[in-house]
Nanobody
Framework: EVQLQASGGGLVQAGGSLRLSCAASGFTFDDYVIGWFRQAPGKEREWVSDIRKSDRSAYYAESVKGRFTISTDNAKNTVYLQMNRLKPEDTAVYYC???????????????WGQGTQVTVSS
């Protein structure tokens, strides 16, 4: 059974940094995509970034490009989201998800972890 465990959220001041982790287990196939999504109160869940395990190709939403970096440690089956220069508008519950295709569409992801709260104070 595929399981995703997200962690690393917290409270930080604007301009600060956090690193989120998504530990994956139970995959029976060698390659997969991990995506990060976020959901702010009263808003739709939105795609933030994704990365393919095999070649580490990665994409970012325009709102986080240049501030967030996604990476993967394949030996640990863990994907990280380094978030720098955080803004109050980054406040949301962040979720990691796994699927077979690099896509911004949340319906294309097959597995989801629990969320981790990120709060950025002004």
């Amino acid at each position: 059974e595929v399981q995703l465990q997200a962690s690393g959220g917290g409270l930080v001041q604007a301009g600060g940094s956090l690193r989120l982790s998504c530990a994956a287990s139970g995959f029976t196939f060698d390659d997969y995509v991990i995506g990060w999504f976020r959901q702010a109160p009263g808003k739709e869940r939105e795609w933030v970034s994704d990365i393919r395990k095999s070649d580490r190709s990665a994409y970012y939403a325009e709102s986080v490009k240049g501030r967030f970096t996604i990476s993967t440690d394949n030996a640990k089956n863990t994907v990280y989201l380094q978030m720098n220069r955080l803004k109050p508008e980054d406040t949301a519950v962040y979720y990691c998800a796994a699927g077979g295709t690099m896509t911004t569409r949340r319906g294309e992801y097959d597995y989801w972890g629990q969320g981790t709260q990120v709060t950025v104070s002004s």
